[in-house]
């Protein structure tokens, strides 16, 4: 884990109508460990979205999630369970769900079935914005496909972020080809730590934040030090440590702002 002195941007609407947002990515190993440490160090990180991996999927699942939402004051925005076969998209009440855009992905046989959570979403007069969280395959060739698959999940035009466990590094050619058409948010704007497995003794970086190039980062890393969040924790909780992202989502532009405002005055 590495110290930082410099304070991770907050959430919170800017001038043009862009918006500060704050992205964690976490495998919470199916909730195996200790789930109230889960839930203090997600409540810590304040995020405005969580794109969790190895949400429990084959027993009691939507209680679960549901727990795991109840417990940390956010709300269940897509994936989880069957549906995505793990990954699951977690908000505050500030985000709006525009689009599911949920993914199970091919299965090859004798592996694990895995999926993409992934949602259209708008918080404030922000740009919509897609996320996707994503957990990939042990297995090489199949891990490879599914990189290419998750580029389908962006697009054109659309602002877009893409976080999970990729169980690979940076220098792996799946993690490489997405680092070229897209950032690399740890890479572009590093803050906090760096390598998120294992917590006792992190030694390599396999989760991480990836944006569409006009989405800027502002900083991204493991969470510690961090007010709130302990290194028992993150020691207790699970088997990777927690990936937090303060990104700039872009305002919209003046078409779209103008179909929204009504939207906006009406919730209002």
């Not at 947002?21 to 789930?35: A, G, I, Q």
């Not at 440590?241 to 779209?256: D, K, Q």
Request: proline share 9%; charged share 25%; aromatic share 6%.
């Amino acid at each position: 884990m590495t110290d930082t002195d410099v304070a991770l941007a907050s959430s919170g609407a800017e001038p043009d109508g862009a918006r500060r947002v704050r992205v964690l990515s976490y495998n919470v190993r199916s909730l195996r460990d200790d789930r109230a440490a889960v839930a203090r160090v997600i409540r810590a990180c304040e995020p405005d979205v969580v794109c969790v991996q190895e949400s429990p999927r084959y027993w009691k699942t939507e209680k679960a999630a549901a727990w795991l939402a109840h417990r940390t004051g956010l709300v269940i925005l897509a994936g989880g369970g069957r549906v995505a076969a793990g990954p699951l998209l977690l908000g505050n009440l500030r985000v709006d769900l525009l689009e599911l855009r949920d993914v199970l992905l091919p299965k090859t046989r004798g592996l694990h079935a895995r999926g993409f959570a992934s949602a259209l979403l708008r918080i404030g007069g922000s740009r919509p914005f897609s996320v996707t969280s994503c957990h990939l395959s042990l297995e090489p060739t199949e891990r490879l496909r599914q990189f290419d698959l998750l580029r389908g999940q962006l697009r054109p035009g659309e602002p877009g972020v893409i976080a999970g466990d990729f169980n690979e590094p940076p220098e792996g050619p799946g993690w490489r080809a997405l680092a070229a058409e897209l950032t690399d948010a740890h890479a572009k704007a590093p803050w906090g730590g760096t390598y998120t497995s294992v917590p006792k003794l992190p030694y390599q970086r396999i989760d991480g934040v990836f944006t569409t190039p006009d989405v800027e980062v502002l900083g991204c890393g493991v969470p510690y030090p961090l007010p709130g969040v302990s290194e028992a924790d993150l020691r207790a909780a699970t088997d990777h440590l927690p990936v937090l992202a303060a990104l700039r989502i872009p305002a919209p532009e003046r078409a779209e702002a103008e179909r929204a405002a009504p939207e906006r005055a009406e919730a209002e």
